[in-house]
């Protein structure tokens, strides 16, 4: 069994289509276990120890459990619309965002921007924004990073969450906000 490949397949449903096994979440994108078990075994080796393995073990911390496991969610990271009940929160000073060489002109005309997902994701520091942006792969080119200007930002209104596994999340960036690294 493949942990990596469920976890991935686990992020694709809770984040993007619960209807791809059946199953449904609600407004804050919670997800019955028991359901989303059932579901996933359809098509691929699953029961609870295993889904709890990969909550536990998973890297980025991407998945959460209620207090009795009976429902689970991601973090972030969602193109479906839901509301994960991220607090507001002030950002540090500076945050960082890492992305490829491909997208370095609409960014720095247009900002940045959530695409399919709800917010644009942020990182605390350069050396995880250069992973990030390492992750688009050769296609688009090599990484770039870009520093934020968070504290600017705030006093300019623009609203922050932190997301409990660290990644801050606003809904865009604009343009002047942003430095090249």
């Not at 942990?3 to 991935?8: A, E, F, P």
């Not at 990271?77 to 540090?92: F, Q, T």
């Amino acid at each position: 069994m493949n942990l990596t490949k469920l976890s991935r397949f686990l992020s694709f449903i809770l984040r993007h289509d619960p209807g791809a096994i059946g199953i449904t979440v609600d407004e804050h994108g919670w997800a019955d276990v028991q359901e989303l078990i059932e579901g996933i075994a359809k098509t691929r080796y699953m029961d609870m120890a295993v889904l709890e393995e990969i909550v536990s073990t998973d890297e980025k911390q991407r998945y959460s459990f209620n207090e009795d496991k009976t429902l689970i969610r991601a973090n972030q990271g969602h193109s479906i619309p839901v509301d994960v009940e991220l607090p507001e929160a002030k950002p540090p000073v500076i945050l960082y965002h890492g992305t490829a060489e491909g997208f370095v002109e609409s960014i720095e005309a247009q900002g940045l921007k959530r695409q399919s997902r709800l917010y644009v994701h942020l990182s605390v520091d350069p050396q995880t924004a250069k992973i990030v942006g390492s992750r688009h792969g050769k296609k688009h080119g090599k990484p770039v990073i870009y520093e934020i200007h968070a504290d600017e930002m705030c006093k300019d209104g623009y609203v922050f969450y932190l997301s409990v596994n660290g990644v801050w999340l606003t809904k865009s960036v604009p343009a002047q906000y942003i430095t090249r690294l």
